[in-house]
């Protein structure tokens, strides 16, 4: 049992004769046990966070290669991911003949998303996500979750071409 030793009063210099005080004795066993108790009761009915995950459904690996599937450019939407939390959008795909009109947009609500909306009228709709060697990681989990917002059916994460990269320095945007 824990005890607290207090020190009894006698023992002083003076003539007088003083009664002898008890030392009162505190039991701490009681205390710790409902301590313990209190805690573990405490751990058992937290609930942990759980992480959050995003479901990312991959694509059937094609048997060979004459499998491959052809994109409409009128079915095409192109999105490139820039540096500095920058993003470029164009309509269809980028032909040697042919030079899209770039358009910069942002991550917001009116950004990108309106972009992604006005498009959804198209089922055969095919979002292209290109993101650039300098654009970071975040950036491509705001534009996963733009396409589970809007509810895009069809979407590839595609590696960007030197064409889409001198598009952007070109466009001066």
């Known amino acids: 049992m824990a005890e607290i030793q207090q020190s009894s009063g006698g023992g002083g210099k003076g003539g007088k004769k003083r009664a002898k005080k008890m030392s009162t004795k505190i039991d701490m066993t009681p205390m710790v046990d409902l301590a313990f108790l209190l805690l573990t009761f405490f751990m058992l009915t937290t609930t942990f966070s759980?992480?959050?995950?995003?479901?990312?459904?991959?694509?059937?690996?094609p048997k060979d290669d004459t499998e491959k599937s052809e994109i409409k450019a009128s079915n095409a939407?192109?999105?490139?991911?820039?540096?500095n939390n920058k993003i470029y959008y164009y309509d269809g795909l980028l032909a040697n003949d042919t030079k899209p009109e770039l358009k910069a947009s942002s991550y917001d609500a009116n950004g990108i998303r309106k972009e992604l909306l006005a498009r959804k009228s198209n089922p055969n709709l095919v979002v292209l996500i290109k993101p650039d060697d300098k654009s970071n990681y975040k950036n491509m989990v705001d534009i996963l979750d733009e396409m589970n917002i809007t509810?895009?059916?069809?979407?590839?994460l595609v590696d960007i071409s030197k064409a889409d990269t001198d598009l952007i320095q070109s466009s001066g945007l």
């Open 151 to 156: 509810d895009q059916k069809k979407y590839a």
């Open 77 to 83: 939407f192109t999105i490139l991911l820039g540096e």
């Open 50 to 61: 759980k992480p959050t995950v995003m479901q990312v459904t991959m694509p059937v690996k």
